[in-house]
C-alpha cells in the first residue's frame, strides 16, 4: 500500500489567493483527519470525516476554511481567501473503522503540505 | 476533550547515551491507548511505540521502550543507546476507544537534539 499520499508537498501562494490541498487516504481506511501543525499550536485538529461524512469540524478556524470528500479515497482542504497566518503545515490521516470489536488504533499520516502565503 | 502534556519543549542526548522524554495525559477513562509518534525533518509523522492502558507491562521496541504509570496519568518514552537518526519532533498521543469521534490528542512535542 501506498500510504495516505497529500499533495501537493509544498505551496507558495499570495495572500487572497485560493489553496487547494489533496488527499488519498488509505483504501479501505473509514476515518479521515486534517490537521494543522505550526511552531506555537503544534498539532490541530481541523476537521475530520467517518464514511465520507465529515462528522466535527469544530477545528475549522473560519469560513475561509473548507473541506471536502467526495468519496472514500479523496480529500480536498480548501482556503480561500488565504491569508499569512495560515502559512503552517497541513497533514492528512486515515485510520481504520473499528474491528471485531476491537479498536484497531493506528494513525496513518501523509507526508504533510507545507503551506507559505506570502 | 482529553488532553496530553509535554512538558519538554526541548531536549538533548549525548550519542549512545539514554534519554527519556516527559508525557502526562488528563482523562477519565479507563481503557485507552496512548502512542509516541516521532517527526524526523523529512515530516513524516512515525509510529514508535504503543501502550494499552490494560496493560500493566509497558511497552518495548528495540531501544525504545515506555515508563507507563497509570494512576499517575504518566507515559513516558526512554530511549537507549542514542542515534543520531533519533534525531527529531517526538509528539505523545492519547485515542480513547470511547470516543466515537475516533479522535487523537496529541502534546505539543519535544525537540529532541543528539548530539555527536
Known amino acids: 500500500d501506498a500510504g495516505v499520499i497529500q499533495s501537493p508537498r509544498h505551496e507558495v501562494t499570495e495572500m487572497g489567493q485560493e489553496v487547494t490541498l489533496r488527499c488519498k487516504p488509505i483504501?479501505?481506511?473509514?476515518?479521515l483527519f486534517w490537521y494543522r501543525q505550526t511552531m506555537m499550536r503544534g498539532l490541530e485538529l481541523l476537521i475530520y470525516?467517518?464514511?465520507?461524512?465529515?462528522?466535527?469540524d469544530s477545528g475549522m478556524p473560519e469560513d475561509r476554511f473548507s473541506a471536502k470528500m467526495p468519496n472514500a479515497s479523496f480529500s480536498t482542504l480548501k482556503i480561500q481567501p488565504s491569508e499569512p497566518r495560515d502559512s503552517a503545515v497541513y497533514f492528512c490521516?486515515?485510520?481504520?473503522?473499528?474491528?471485531?470489536?476491537?479498536?484497531?488504533?493506528?494513525?496513518?499520516f501523509g507526508s504533510g503540505t507545507q503551506l507559505s502565503v506570502l | 476533550a482529553q488532553t496530553v502534556t509535554q512538558s519538554q519543549p526541548e531536549m538533548s542526548v549525548q550519542e549512545a547515551e539514554t534519554v527519556t522524554l516527559s508525557c502526562t495525559y488528563d482523562t477519565s477513562e479507563s481503557d485507552y491507548y496512548l502512542f509516541w509518534y516521532k517527526q524526523p525533518p523529512s515530516r513524516q509523522m512515525i509510529l514508535v511505540i504503543r501502550?494499552?492502558?490494560?496493560?500493566?507491562q509497558n511497552a518495548t521496541e528495540n531501544r525504545f521502550s515506555v515508563n507507563f504509570q497509570k494512576a499517575a496519568k504518566s507515559f513516558s518514552l526512554k530511549i537507549s543507546d542514542s542515534q543520531l537518526g533519533d534525531a527529531a519532533m517526538y509528539f505523545c498521543a492519547y485515542r480513547s476507544p470511547s470516543d466515537p469521534g475516533n479522535q487523537f490528542y496529541f502534546g505539543t512535542g519535544t525537540s529532541l537534539t543528539v548530539i555527536p
Open positions: 501502550q494499552e492502558a490494560y496493560k500493566q
Open positions: 490521516a486515515s485510520s481504520p473503522r473499528r474491528s471485531r470489536g476491537l479498536l484497531y488504533e493506528k494513525l496513518f
Open positions: 483504501s479501505g481506511h473509514d476515518y
Open positions: 470525516f467517518n464514511n465520507n461524512v465529515p462528522i466535527d
